[in-house]
C-alpha cells in the first residue's frame, strides 16, 4: 500500500478512535454544555485540521529522508519518524485546541 494513502486511512481510523477516548477519559470531568452532534462536529473539525498538519510534518520528513543521502536503514525508518513526529505535533495542536473549542463547558 502506498504510505501516503496508509497514512490518510489510519488517521482517519484514529480520528474516530480519538474521540471517544477523550469524550469519555480526558474530558470526562467536564460538564458538555452542548449537543453530542455539535460536539462531534466541532472535534472533527479540529482533529482535520490537526490531521494536515500531522500529515504535513509527515510528508516533509519523508521527503527530505527521500532527498538526503542516508545509509539504507535509515531510509527506511524516515516513515516511522515521519508518523512519530507528525503524530506528536498533530497530537500536541489537537488536544491544545479540543480543550478550549471542543471540551470546554460551554455558558449557559
Known amino acids: 500500500m502506498n504510505v501516503y494513502l496508509a497514512r490518510v486511512f ?3 481510523v484514529a480520528m474516530v478512535a480519538g474521540y471517544l477516548l477523550n469524550r ?4 470526562h470531568h467536564v460538564d458538555f454544555g452542548r449537543k453530542l452532534l455539535d ?4 472535534f472533527l473539525s479540529v482533529h482535520s ?3 494536515l498538519i500531522n500529515f504535513g510534518v509527515f510528508s516533509l520528513v519523508v521527503y527530505w529522508g527521500d ?9 527506511r525508518l524516515m516513515p516511522l519518524l515521519g508518523v512519530w513526529l507528525g503524530g506528536l505535533v498533530g497530537m500536541t495542536f489537537n488536544f491544545l485546541v479540543s480543550r478550549k473549542l471542543v471540551f470546554d463547558a460551554e455558558s449557559k
Do not use: K, P
Open 10 to 12: 489510519s488517521y482517519g
Open 49 to 51: 485540521l490537526g490531521g
Open 24 to 27: 469519555y477519559f480526558t474530558f
Open 39 to 42: 460536539q462531534l462536529l466541532r
Open 67 to 75: 532527498q538526503a543521502e542516508l545509509q539504507a536503514v535509515w531510509h
